[in-house]
């Protein structure tokens, strides 16, 4: 995929990440160690519409936190702020979520959430993504999911919530 390092803000003493593996589309991390060890997936968006607007980088990260208790965190990152108080769909086979947006980033409301969004991401063969920028403009996003069931086992296995 092209190896996508991404930081977590407010890690600032926090260790490098450090790749695990790449699975096809999908990068796999750990970063910090002990109590502080946080282990993600990431890929990059492999369709970006309209084509006529630079749309930065975008990428959907899947995390678990350990020390947080936090296991399956989705995350759709984009290059611009999206529209205040707008929701990003998520749709992938049969699965299709309403994620809350704020500034650049969209989240589940919720665990039970997250944890629909992987079980979708792990059935599909892709994750589309919708959203409104703060512009007005209608923006669309085709992520491949080559590889997420495999990054997800080895970040499951290298980060053990419980």
Request: charged share 20%; proline share 2%.
């Amino acid at each position: 995929m092209g190896l996508l390092i991404v930081g977590w803000v407010g890690s600032a003493q926090a260790a490098d990440p450090q790749l695990i593996k790449t699975f096809r589309d999908w990068d796999a991390f750990t970063q910090g160690e002990g109590a502080t060890k946080t282990c993600y997936i990431a890929s990059v968006a492999k369709k970006t519409r309209p084509s006529n607007v630079n749309h930065g980088e975008v990428y959907v990260t899947v995390a678990h936190k350990p020390r947080r208790k936090i296991q399956d965190e989705v995350n759709i990152v984009v290059g611009y702020d999206f529209k205040t108080g707008s929701n990003v769909r998520a749709v992938s086979g049969a699965m299709s979520e309403s994620l809350f947006t704020s500034g650049r980033e969209a989240w589940a409301y919720d665990p039970d959430m997250d944890g629909r969004l992987v079980d979708g991401m792990k059935r599909g063969t892709n994750l589309a993504v919708s959203g409104t920028s703060a512009r007005g403009t209608k923006t669309n996003y085709e992520f491949s999911l080559f590889g997420f069931s495999a990054a997800y086992d080895a970040i499951s296995k290298a980060c053990k919530i419980g």
